[in-house]
């Protein structure tokens, strides 16, 4: 069982966060997808934090997310290169020097992100249905806001669906320094992101091996086990 949300501060905000499993146990860190938070994981961490083997299991709560802070108003509060700080603060925070990290859409973003800018700190990295940072053509239209409370920030969905539309190609770029083995889960063409841009990732990155669970886009939801049975394994090695 997890306990209770728990938070921690870095320099620049507080963050929220879930953790399962023995102290002293393997760290894994699993990144939530626009809209959610930590909890959405709950069903893929009890599993790794189970015997045999358990993990040491932490699901943050990004920024603009759940009970994280909302920066609302601040220049740059939302972009995908301050979500990938955060997470290096919160590892910094807690003491946690290398990791393996399992990033779910725009988790996975801020992860490949992490594992660009600091690779020593990644020992394995999963994608699940993560694109590659290509233009869209056409464009992502603005999102309309659904008149009720929300469980995150609109202005985070406004920013990063400006910068989804305008990768910066540095992403790109520097897909070569993901030096780590990494693992990408695509969920086929029920998914809404389109697969060959998963491909592409997969492809862009040196040590990659993509695998296809045709669940839809909420892979670890939808096809837990399917998806315990690729990404466990993986870690393991």
């Not at 009890?46 to 932490?58: D, I, K, S």
């Not at 910066?168 to 992101?193: C, E, K, N, Q």
């Not at 841009?197 to 993509?210: C, M």
Request: proline share 11%; aromatic share 6%; with cysteine.
């Amino acid at each position: 069982m997890a306990t209770d949300p728990l938070t921690v501060k870095t320099d620049t905000l507080t963050l929220a966060y879930r953790v399962w499993g023995p102290e002293g146990a393997p760290p894994v860190v699993l990144l939530h997808c626009r809209g959610a938070d930590g909890a959405d994981w709950t069903k893929i961490a009890e599993r790794l934090a189970a015997p045999p083997g358990p993990r040491r299991v932490y699901a943050p709560d990004l920024r603009g997310h759940g009970r994280s802070d909302w920066p609302r108003g601040e220049p740059g509060a939302y972009t995908h290169e301050a979500m990938r700080d955060d997470v290096r603060a919160f590892l910094a925070a807690l003491g946690i020097d290398r990791t393996d990290v399992v990033g779910h859409s725009l988790g996975g973003v801020v992860a490949y992100l992490l594992a660009q800018r600091h690779p020593g700190v990644v020992r394995r990295l999963v994608l699940e249905d993560v694109p590659a940072p290509l233009p869209l053509d056409p464009p992502r239209p603005p999102a309309e806001r659904p008149d009720k409370e929300l469980p995150f920030d609109w202005e985070m969905v406004r920013a990063t669906d400006e910068q989804r539309n305008a990768s910066d190609p540095v992403w790109w770029d520097h897909m070569d320094r993901i030096t780590m083995p990494t693992l990408l889960i695509g969920g086929g063409p029920a998914s809404l992101i389109p697969q060959d841009l998963v491909t592409a990732l997969a492809r862009r990155i040196p040590d990659a091996r993509l695998v296809t669970v045709d669940a839809g886009h909420r892979v670890h939801e939808r096809r837990p086990e399917e998806f315990l049975a690729v990404v466990e394994p993986f870690l393991r090695r």
